[in-house]
Nanobody, 123 residues
């Protein structure tokens, strides 16, 4: 499967943004899909993941209550709805997928990666 992330942009603090991850060459419901982010000079950080059932999601403490992951099976797409954005959310966001039915919180848990989309939050 190939993943393509999109939807990034420049927004002000407090705004909302939705990122999308389209799965091509595979059925998104066959994968656990996660979002990670990486700020300049920092390691790639887990944001959240959606289980294969399309319902169960886990999030990092830094985004819990502000970010929501959902799936559109008809479009083979997983979305990351980001609300109440903060300057510290500024990063390149990546989607990733694994065939295993487990929401890993580390990059090593995922075999497939999208190219990343930039999110910049100004104060």
């Amino acid at each position: 499967v190939q993943l393509q992330a999109s939807g990034g942009g420049l927004v002000q603090a407090g705004a909302s943004l939705t990122l999308s991850c389209v799965a091509r060459g595979g059925t998104v419901s066959s994968y656990t899909v996660a979002w990670f982010r990486q700020a300049p000079g920092k390691e790639r950080q887990f944001v959240g993941a959606l289980s294969m059932n399309g319902v169960t999601a886990v999030y990092s403490d830094s985004v819990k209550g502000r970010f929501t992951i959902s799936r559109d099976d008809a479009k083979d797409t997983v979305n990351l709805q980001m609300n109440s954005l903060k300057p510290e959310d500024t990063a390149t966001y990546f989607c990733a997928a694994t065939y295993r039915n487990s929401a890993f919180r580390t990059t090593s848990g995922y075999e497939h990666w999208g190219q990343g989309t930039q999110v910049t939050v100004s104060s």
